[in-house]
């Protein structure tokens, strides 16, 4: 098997039925994993006319299967941790072991001007912390007593560029809070797990054009958006599943607590 397979492997990606999560499971199926996607709504990308032409209209568990892949949705709040739980032993019982999990369930809301450190509103501050760093503990919690009894495992969490620094302005600091928080949370399990052969690590993408959010970054002005990227372009799902790709197999079996920018370049530090 070379150190990228990922043949009898069991992979979970949470809030993998659209945006860069589908492009995670996709490129974990293509390894050869089976794969297990979880989302609180697995049809959401119907939601939003460009995310649903681009996946052209079909479920995340039918395009997993296109690679002779076993794959499944599970329909699952990360907020909710008895429900995250129950979901993985399922997951468990059902792929016969979880061996790689993808903490990518997540995501901001309100606007820069209504999110500022001072004044945004406490449940808006509660609810994206619970969905981006509460979804990550739960989702690890619930993962790793099923990687110990493997001794192999390969947790990667997601944060985001707004995790590292603020932006000029300091709108979306509950989001940029709840990222930190995820970077912080990702070394501390990495120092517990590495003994017991499972690494944990973190990526930070910039802005990634995913179906959804291209249409937005158009609306803002793509090119006063790219100016200070170096490749002078947006992410792709593709580029972070590429990243994604190292972190998951053996190609990085030495590499654990790290957090890895997807920003063509952006990052200062
Ligand atoms: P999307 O909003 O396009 O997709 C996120 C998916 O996660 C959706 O299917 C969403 O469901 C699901 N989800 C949200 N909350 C929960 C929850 N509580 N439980 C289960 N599933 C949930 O996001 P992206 O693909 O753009 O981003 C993926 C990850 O990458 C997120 O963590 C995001 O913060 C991070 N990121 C994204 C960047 C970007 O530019 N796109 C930049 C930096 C980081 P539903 O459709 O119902 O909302």
Redesign the pocket.
Same mark, same amino acid.
């Given at each position: 098997m070379s150190a990228k397979s990922l043949n009898g492997k069991t992979a979970i990606v949470?809030?993998?039925?659209?945006?860069?999560?589908?492009?995670y499971a996709l490129r974990l199926a293509q390894l050869g994993a089976d794969v297990a996607v979880?989302?609180?709504?697995?049809r959401? *990308?119907e939601? *939003?006319d460009a995310?649903n032409k681009l996946v052209g209209g079909t479920p995340a568990e039918e395009a997993l299967r296109k690679f002779g892949r076993k794959a499944e949705s599970y329909t699952?709040?990360?907020?909710?941790e008895d429900s995250v739980k129950s979901t993985f032993d399922q997951i468990a019982a059902e792929f016969g072991s979880i061996d790689i999990v993808v903490?990518?369930?997540?995501?901001?809301s309100g606007t820069p001007a209504t999110t500022l450190a001072s004044s945004v509103d406490p449940s808006d501050f509660t609810a994206v912390v619970?969905?981006?760093l509460y979804?990550t503990y739960f989702t690890c919690r619930a993962a790793v007593p099923h990687m110990r009894d493997n001794g192999w495992g390969r947790i990667i969490t997601?944060?985001?560029?707004?995790?590292r620094r603020a932006d000029r302005g300091g709108g979306y600091a509950h989001?940029g809070a709840a990222?930190a928080g995820i970077i912080m949370y990702t070394k501390y399990l990495a120092q517990e797990l590495g003994p017991a052969g499972i690494t944990v690590n973190c990526?930070?993408?910039?802005?990634?054009?995913?179906?959804?959010?291209s249409v937005m970054f158009e609306s803002m002005g793509s090119e006063s958006l790219t100016d200070e990227v170096a490749l002078r372009r947006?992410?792709t799902?593709e580029d972070?599943a590429d990243v994604l790709q190292f972190l998951a197999t053996d190609q990085s079996s030495y590499v654990t607590g790290t957090v890895i920018p997807?920003d063509g370049g952006t990052t200062e530090f």
């Amino acid at each position: 098997m070379s150190a990228k397979s990922l043949n009898g492997k069991t992979a979970i990606v949470t809030g993998g039925a659209r945006g860069i999560g589908r492009a995670y499971a996709l490129r974990l199926a293509q390894l050869g994993a089976d794969v297990a996607v979880v989302d609180q709504n697995v049809r959401s *990308y119907e939601e *939003y006319d460009a995310e649903n032409k681009l996946v052209g209209g079909t479920p995340a568990e039918e395009a997993l299967r296109k690679f002779g892949r076993k794959a499944e949705s599970y329909t699952c709040d990360v907020t909710e941790e008895d429900s995250v739980k129950s979901t993985f032993d399922q997951i468990a019982a059902e792929f016969g072991s979880i061996d790689i999990v993808v903490c990518n369930a997540g995501g901001g809301s309100g606007t820069p001007a209504t999110t500022l450190a001072s004044s945004v509103d406490p449940s808006d501050f509660t609810a994206v912390v619970e969905r981006n760093l509460y979804g990550t503990y739960f989702t690890c919690r619930a993962a790793v007593p099923h990687m110990r009894d493997n001794g192999w495992g390969r947790i990667i969490t997601v944060s985001s560029q707004a995790g590292r620094r603020a932006d000029r302005g300091g709108g979306y600091a509950h989001y940029g809070a709840a990222k930190a928080g995820i970077i912080m949370y990702t070394k501390y399990l990495a120092q517990e797990l590495g003994p017991a052969g499972i690494t944990v690590n973190c990526v930070a993408p910039g802005y990634i054009a995913t179906g959804r959010l291209s249409v937005m970054f158009e609306s803002m002005g793509s090119e006063s958006l790219t100016d200070e990227v170096a490749l002078r372009r947006f992410g792709t799902p593709e580029d972070c599943a590429d990243v994604l790709q190292f972190l998951a197999t053996d190609q990085s079996s030495y590499v654990t607590g790290t957090v890895i920018p997807i920003d063509g370049g952006t990052t200062e530090f």
